[in-house]
């Protein structure tokens, strides 16, 4: 699985607080950045409930 962050990120850190072993934030440019190339099998059911869960649908998830 990959994910990525489009610019459309709104910088609210709700994928930080739910899953902060894969997302952080960047305070250079306001958004939260992937730290992972290629997530871990064991992260992906949180991932994916992240990106449900983005009000501005800004985490794309590739399988």
């Not at 739910?18 to 099998?41: G, H, N, Q, R, W």
């Not at 992260?43 to 449900?52: G, K, N, P």
């Not at 983005?54 to 590739?62: D, R, S, T």
């Amino acid at each position: 699985m990959k994910v990525t962050i489009t610019d459309q990120c709104m910088g609210d850190r709700n994928c930080n607080l739910l899953c902060p072993e894969v997302f952080e934030y960047d305070e250079d440019t306001l958004m939260s950045m992937v730290k992972y190339d290629e997530i871990p099998a064991h992260l992906h059911e949180i991932v994916r409930r992240a990106a449900d869960e983005c009000g501005a649908q800004a985490i794309e998830v590739e399988e």
